[in-house]
């Protein structure tokens, strides 16, 4: 053998090698699309002259450049007035990492939220795949952990709230350590990124409801403020006063003693008899509290896609003969497939772990039972809005609270090594 | 390395670095015209007074009128499916079987049940919005209503006359309220829906049902033989009316037909004026086979 | 001529080695690139060994690469006379560097026992004030709380915010929740792997006041990099009024007044 070709042949193979791993510029970071909610919305209509794809694309060109005209790009966000979005944190929140001209840190987003999040915080960043549960999709405008009425946003404090102590149990970390300036900024993108995507999908409810398959969508100022942006804000600015009432806590329960102290034994065989009543919360969370109870309901995220899936695949089978229909549905399949996470089941929380993702003082754990979480199964025993009535009374709340607490140290010297985990062995 | 293969490792590296690229890729989105956007923006910072945009003044007419008609079903329903019920067996189910309504055709006169027919914009309400609840229930671990109306601003009375608990979700409301068994709470819409939206349980996942709330009222949904009316219209006035089947294949839930006397849109939707005192019968509506989906 | 030339600049070349390498160490101090700051009680006797490995290597390094650069000056090839003279070896320049060697390696492992030993085997007598939980990507501390007793209903939980009392032993548990990290705190010389099914006590004494890094020393996943927390000394009292406040927050019924009073205002 040749021992200098062979060199010289296997260097050249290599050099091919590194070659091919990674040549070319990056493009400039640009948001995308609900595409999932785009195919949706664009179902065809009989007599359309254009073949589906191309309409709906050139009708998604036309949602993508309103959306730009609207709130601008990445690394240059645009902040309508109307909106009331804080300019100045946008600009600190957005772009690439780097110091600004008086040495602030800029791109806070794109360095601490865009691997889980994405760049248009559709939940789908790169790490997103690997992550249970997955990273939050800010484009519906739902979140789970806040002290607002269900259906209604959260206020700045509750975001800021989740950015300091993070999620536990879930992979988003706290950034207790971060400067509140940034804080600040972070909060403000994230609403910035939520008003964005939620007046993508009123444009697609607009052009499914009322447009004609030829219609253009309008771009005039008082369409895209006032019809679709207004209400929008509204709820975002509403959220401040859209806080649930805490009612005041009864006399025989202390939150500074542990549940089997005689200052809440009372309290606590209260809240175990609301628990295991006839309100159904062993249904989910099982009768031993561990969550066992049901396992196949999704939350709404997840649901969104399970439910379009079944729609799309029920539709494939008897679209054969419409080229329109049939070019939307398989478009369908292929966006499902390739542009969203693996539809996951949401498990009911385990009450004995003393893990409570959305905080564990007393107060988050009113308000989860007081209003439900808002895209989870979990249901409210609070009245559904101000004024109305609930399943349990305001006070009583506090009982149920003070049993969940109690949850995980129930068995601490009772049954001994024959008891489901407590807390003091996992944390 | 054997002198029997030396480019071996270099080549093994080559295939390994084109397949790391690989994987179920992205779709391709549509991306913003950069200069569009910018015009755009331009137009929505401007503050100039908007021009009235000259359009139809909105028509009013006097006097009110009814509409009724009948929808059958051209194709073939199908036996109802089964539901599976795995929780709570020894209540769900008990009474009666639990099958699968969401299309429901009566044998004999072939009529669809559960239509919406709602009005999407009128000038005027006749009537108030009554302080009498309505009621919504559930028993024996189904919704007595398959579809379900409301005003907004109307007190519903949501009910469970089961013995175990259940939590009955309204779709894009604040409303996922736990209603022990035997209780009920009161809910009262404050803003309307532009298509109906379910209503389901989370504990027993089968539960489903529709409801729709609209601050005119002037909603119907066809009973078990088709038919269904919607009194005290306003007359004089076009009147679009979107209908709407949870199983159609149109637009939006939309139910096509072939009406062109009264230009049946591919939304489901058509547009009719009715004189002052009219009872206007649109007759029997046939819905195609094609328009119902699975 | 120009293997002469030639022969000077390689020369010269491996006489920059030593020549930066000392010069490297004696700048270095003075653009901070020095030892983090050391606030412990155990710091100096951690510090000192490594100034003495470090004049001891340092000597015998100089001492080396002079050598070195002085036979490529001297014994040059332009100035060749005559043949090189062709060894077998030499036993027993073999024997004098391998015992030399070995000698000190025995004399560090035997000096340094005490510091190993003060840090890593004299575990003081104390339940733990604070058990620190590493996962990915951040620190979860866990306080015993008022009982003292870890594991029980009134225990202080958060999150990367670590407070520790000064001029008192501090005793860690340390515990992994998902994959080998490593908890380590430069500026108390601290160092220990985390390892996940193990719960290992870690202790130290800090003498000054101060808020310092925590960083993970382990690689650890993706985030490893940023996977930071804060660490504080304070005086006692400093200590449980912090934890005091922490306690408050942790039992709150209410949302913080804070936040209330701001959305009253607005």
Redesign the interface.
């Known amino acids: 053998?040749n021992t200098s070709f062979?060199?010289l042949?296997?260097t050249l193979?290599?050099a091919?090698?590194v070659a091919?791993?990674g040549c070319g510029k990056t493009p400039p970071a640009?948001f995308?699309?609900n595409?999932v909610q785009?195919t949706k919305?664009a179902?065809p209509?009989?007599?359309m002259e254009k073949p589906w794809a191309a309409w709906a694309?050139e009708r998604?060109?036309q949602v993508?450049?309103?959306?730009?005209?609207?709130y601008g790009t990445p690394d240059e966000p645009?902040a309508?007035a109307e909106t009331g979005l804080d300019l100045a944190k946008l600009q600190l929140a957005a772009g690439p990492v780097r110091s600004d001209i008086v040495g602030r840190k800029n791109g806070l987003y794109r360095e601490h939220c865009v691997?889980c999040h994405g760049i248009s915080g559709d939940g789908m960043g790169p790490?997103a795949a690997f992550l249970n549960p997955y990273p939050r999709d800010y484009r519906p405008g739902k979140y789970k952990f806040k002290?607002t009425?269900?259906?209604?946003r959260p206020?700045r404090?509750d975001l800021t709230r989740v950015l300091h102590?993070?999620v536990?149990g879930s992979?988003m970390?706290?950034f207790?350590?971060l400067p509140p300036a940034q804080v600040d900024a972070l909060v403000e993108y994230v609403r910035y990124l939520s008003m964005r995507g939620e007046t993508e999908l009123a444009l697609y409810?607009y052009a499914?409801?009322e447009l004609?398959v030829d219609d253009t969508l309008p771009?005039?100022?008082?369409f895209?403020?006032d019809e679709i942006l207004t209400p929008i804000v509204e709820k975002w600015q509403g959220a401040?006063d859209a806080?649930i009432p805490?009612a005041s806590?009864p006399t025989n329960v202390d939150?500074?003693?542990?549940?089997d102290d005689p200052a809440n034994r009372e309290s606590v065989a209260r809240g175990r008899v609301l628990f295991h009543?006839?309100?159904?919360?062993v249904?989910?969370h099982g009768v031993t509290a561990l969550g066992d109870g049901?396992a196949?309901?999704y939350d709404d995220w997840n649901k969104v896609i399970v439910e379009w899936s079944k729609e799309v695949s029920?539709?494939l089978?008897?679209a054969q003969d419409d080229a329109g229909r049939s070019a939307w549905l398989h478009a369908a399949a292929?966006?499902i497939?390739?542009?969203a996470l693996r539809p996951r089941t949401i498990p009911p929380r385990n009450l004995r772990l003393g893990l409570y993702r959305g905080g564990?003082?007393?107060?988050d754990l009113?308000r989860r039972l007081y209003?439900?979480i808002n895209g989870a199964?979990?249901?409210?025993?609070g009245?559904?809005?101000p004024g109305?009535?609930?399943?349990v009374a305001d006070a009583e709340i506090?009982h149920i609270v003070n049993y969940i607490?109690?949850l995980?140290?129930e068995f601490?010297g009772e049954l001994g090594a024959d008891r489901p985990m407590?807390?003091?062995?996992r944390? | 390395m054997t002198s029997f293969c030396h480019s071996c490792v270099p080549l093994a590296c080559l295939v390994v670095a084109t397949i790391a690229g690989c994987g179920p890729q992205r779709v391709s989105a549509p991306v913003a015209d950069a200069a569009a956007a910018s015009a755009i923006r331009e137009g929505l910072a401007s503050t100039a007074a908007v021009a009235a945009t000259g359009g139809e003044a909105a028509v009013v007419g006097t006097g009110w009128a009814s509409l009724k008609g009948r929808f059958v079903f051209a194709g073939d329903p199908g036996q109802p499916k089964p539901l599976a019920v795995d929780k709570d067996t020894e209540v769900c189910g008990k009474s009666a079987k639990l099958f699968d309504q969401s299309l429901r055709v009566d044998g004999s006169t072939k009529g669809l049940a559960d239509v919406v027919v709602f009005v999407r914009k009128s000038s005027r309400v006749k009537n108030p919005v009554p302080d009498a609840p309505q009621v919504f229930d559930q028993k024996n671990c189904e919704f007595l209503a398959p579809v379900f109306t409301a005003r907004v601003g109307q007190p519903i009375d949501v009910r469970n006359s089961d013995p175990v608990g259940h939590n009955t979700n309204i779709d894009g409301t604040s409303f996922n309220q736990l209603i022990p068994a035997g209780q009920g709470t009161t809910y009262k819409p404050d803003s309307e829906m532009g298509a109906p939206k379910t209503v389901t349980c989370n504990i027993h996942p089968w539960m489903k049902a529709y409801v729709i709330f609209r601050k005119d009222g002037y909603v119907a949904v066809s009973a078990a033989d088709g038919s269904f009316t919607i009194p005290d219209l306003p007359a004089g006035e076009p009147l679009e009316f979107q209908v709407w089947h949870a199983r159609a294949t149109g637009s939006g839930g939309g139910v096509v037909l072939a009406r062109p006397d009264l230009k049946w849109n591919p939304k489901g939707r058509f547009v009719i004026t009715l004189q002052a005192d009219e009872a206007k019968d649109l007759g029997t509506l046939e819905v195609p086979a094609g328009s119902i989906g699975t | 001529m120009g293997k002469r030339l030639a022969g000077i600049f390689w020369s010269l070349l491996f006489l920059a080695v030593p020549v930066l390498g000392v010069a490297t160490f004696a700048i270095a101090p003075a653009y901070d690139h020095w030892l983090p700051k050391d606030v412990s009680e155990h710091g100096a006797s951690i510090d000192s060994l490594f100034y003495f490995i470090l004049a001891l290597t340092g000597v015998v390094f100089v001492v080396t690469e002079v050598l070195l650069f002085w036979f490529m000056w001297k014994y040059d090839e332009s100035k060749r006379q005559g043949e090189a003279t062709y060894i077998q070896g030499s036993h027993t320049l073999e024997v004098v560097w391998t015992i030399i060697p070995a000698a000190t390696l025995l004399f560090l492992a035997i000096y340094q026992m005490n510091a190993w030993a003060d840090v890593k085997m004299r575990r003081p007598a104390m339940s733990p004030t604070v058990e620190v939980v590493a996962r990915q990507f951040e620190w979860r501390l866990r306080y015993p709380g008022r009982d003292g007793t870890l594991g029980t209903a009134d225990d202080l939980f958060l999150v990367n915010d670590l407070h520790l009392p000064i001029d008192e032993d501090v005793l860690v548990q340390l515990k992994s929740m998902d994959v080998l990290h490593s908890f380590f705190l430069p500026n108390v010389r601290i160092k220990q792997d985390a390892v996940p099914g193990m719960k290992i006590p870690v202790w130290f004494k800090a003498r000054e006041a101060g808020s310092y890094d925590i960083v993970c020393a382990e690689l650890c996943g993706w985030g490893h990099y940023k996977m930071k927390g804060r660490v504080t000394f304070e005086t006692r009292a400093e200590f449980d009024a912090w934890l005091e406040r922490k306690y408050a927050e942790q039992g709150a019924t209410q949302p913080p007044p804070e936040a209330a009073d701001v959305a009253a205002a607005e």
């Open positions: 053998m062979a060199t042949r296997s193979l290599l091919v090698v091919a791993v640009s995308r699309l595409m785009a919305t179902a209509e009989s007599g694309s998604q060109g993508a450049t309103i959306l730009e005209a609207m645009v309508l691997h790490t002290g009425w269900r259906d209604a206020a404090e102590e993070g536990p992979s970390p706290s207790a350590l409810t499914e409801q004609g771009t005039t100022k008082e895209l403020v401040e806080r805490i806590v939150f500074t003693k542990p549940g009543g006839d309100g159904g919360c249904k989910c049901q196949n309901d029920g539709g089978g008897s292929d966006v497939e390739g542009d564990r003082r007393p107060v009113y209003t439900g199964p979990m249901p409210g025993v009245p559904s809005g109305g009535k609930g399943s506090w607490r109690s995980p140290y601490d407590v807390a003091k062995d944390f």
